[in-house]
């Protein structure tokens, strides 16, 4: 069983900046990939970022400039800096890993981004 925990996100202003964690934990032989995705009411989860174990990375193409995604291979973990923020950067966002093979999704983290 593969747990993700996930921290960071909150309210922040047009122009600011956030982190988002997501570290991985339980049993776990090898990490494929991570990474993250949002879901904005009444629109369908998306893509947002997403890097590879070897650090290939993503990125949706509204967030490319403004958002970067890293990780700590030792901690199992992710990281989202999401700066430049827009009202549209709005959503829950989800960390997705895949662990030998099986997909995983952390519970969601609330980023509000006001005017």
């Known amino acids: 069983q593969v747990r993700l925990a996930e921290s960071g996100g909150g309210l922040a202003q047009a122009g600011g900046s956030l982190r988002l964690s997501c570290a991985a934990s339980?049993?776990?032989?090898?990490?494929?990939?991570m990474g993250w995705h949002r879901q904005a009411p009444g629109k369908q989860r998306e893509l947002v970022a997403a890097i590879t174990m070897g650090g290939s990375t993503n990125y949706a193409d509204s967030v490319k400039g403004r958002f970067t995604i890293s990780r700590d291979i030792a901690k199992n973990t992710v990281y989202l800096q999401m700066t430049s923020l827009k009202p549209e950067d709005t959503a829950v966002y989800y960390c997705?890993?895949?662990?030998?093979?099986?997909?995983?999704w952390g519970q969601g983290a609330q980023v509000t981004v006001s005017s």
């Open positions: 997705r890993t895949i662990v030998d093979g099986h997909q995983y």
């Open positions: 339980g049993t776990i032989f090898r990490i494929n990939g």
